[in-house]
């Protein structure tokens, strides 16, 4: 290989795809997001890439690229994580969530400067009856742009190294002929592998020694729950004295059955999502510690160092961590274009 391939991170987040690129050996030049807020996360923690606060629908392509000093002869990667609510099966917009046409804006860059590369993660949902109609444009688009041959599948991120059970929609397309799909791991990664190690702390305590690793006070009838919540894997039907749930708990909820429910240490985790420190939001509370995890826990689950550290206030970084691309999975993904590029001896 002669250089390395240049990347731009679209809608780039706190940076963990970002971070899984530069692991597995691209530059990536620049993150672009239309949240201010994620500034300093992502400049902290992935320099020299700098974040650009930008709209992708007022983006103009070239200026960009010429402003990175990406030339003509250049290997380019456009990666995009489009924000995924307006494809999920939890979104009750019913279709009117207008994030959803973000997707054929990155398709319009693509078309107006195509790269060599295409990275695109987004849930299940994009390529069905949620999002059917805007996968359908942006294939027909990428496709008059040179990128014809294109793996597309669902990926279970707890494959591919990473301590989770998430599925992705994972597009991968080169403009130099064939991609193959991400390498699987030999063994699935647990709960106990990324976060037995943290120290213990108690809800509301927030560690000296080791970044980020602060928990989320709860209240005191939430507290009582997860006292009664059986450790390792507990859930809330296992409570034996039902008087102390929630009300809407104690019928036949309709809310999500992991709905204070602990993790387990010797599988993966369940799915992290922006409210992943939130013990009445799913299967988020400590394997043995009566609190939700932390968000250094949560950042450890996704993958992310150690010493990668997150800004802003607790729920804003919850956000963070929990919208992000697993990093370990982004590098695979990674891995999978340079290996593309070195097969083609380009």
Request: cysteine-free; charged content about 25%.
């Given at each position: 290989m002669s250089k390395n391939i240049k990347a731009i991170d679209f809608f780039c987040g706190a940076g963990g795809l970002t971070r899984g690129l530069l692991n597995s050996g691209i530059e990536v030049l620049a993150g672009v997001d239309n949240d201010e807020g994620l500034r300093t996360t992502y400049e902290t923690n992935n320099a020299p890439s700098k974040f650009l606060c930008e709209d992708i629908n007022e983006i103009d392509i070239l200026s960009l690229r010429k402003e990175l000093s990406v030339s003509d002869k250049d290997?380019?990667?456009?990666a995009a994580c489009t924000p995924c609510q307006p494809f999920s099966t939890l979104n009750r917009m019913e279709g009117k969530d207008e994030r959803k046409y973000l997707l054929l804006s990155f398709a319009e860059l693509v078309r107006q400067a195509p790269p060599d590369f295409l990275i695109v993660e987004n849930v299940p949902g994009l390529n069905n009856a949620y999002g059917k109609e805007i996968y359908e444009e942006f294939i027909d688009t990428i496709s008059e742009s040179g990128f014809n041959d294109i793996f597309a599948d669902f990926l279970d991120v707890k494959d591919y190294g990473v301590p989770q059970r998430r599925k992705r929609f994972i597009l991968l397309s080169s403009r130099h002929g064939k991609i193959s799909p991400p390498k699987v791991s030999d063994k699935v990664s647990t709960v106990a592998d990324y976060i037995k190690k943290y120290h213990p702390i108690k809800h509301g305590e927030s560690s000296k020694r080791i970044v980020n690793h602060v928990a989320r006070k709860l209240q005191p009838h939430h507290l009582k729950i997860v006292k009664a919540v059986p450790k390792n894997g507990g859930s809330r039907s296992d409570i034996k004295d039902t008087s102390i749930l929630l009300k809407c708990h104690?019928?036949?909820?309709?809310?999500?059955?992991?709905?204070?429910?602990?993790?387990?240490?010797?599988?993966?985790?369940?799915?992290l999502t922006c409210r992943c420190t939130d013990i009445y939001c799913g299967r988020f509370i400590?394997?043995?510690?009566?609190?939700g995890i932390s968000l250094r826990e949560a950042a450890a689950i996704q993958t992310f160092p150690d010493d990668y550290e997150?800004?802003?206030k607790f729920i804003h970084i919850a956000r963070q961590i929990g919208n992000a691309v697993p990093v370990k999975f982004a590098q695979r993904l990674g891995e999978t274009i340079v290996s593309s590029y070195a097969?083609?001896?380009i």
């Open positions: 290997f380019v990667l456009y104690q019928k036949k909820p309709k809310v999500h059955k992991d709905v204070f429910g602990r993790m387990a240490w010797d599988l993966p985790a369940p799915t400590h394997p043995t510690q009566d609190r997150f800004f802003g097969n083609k001896g």
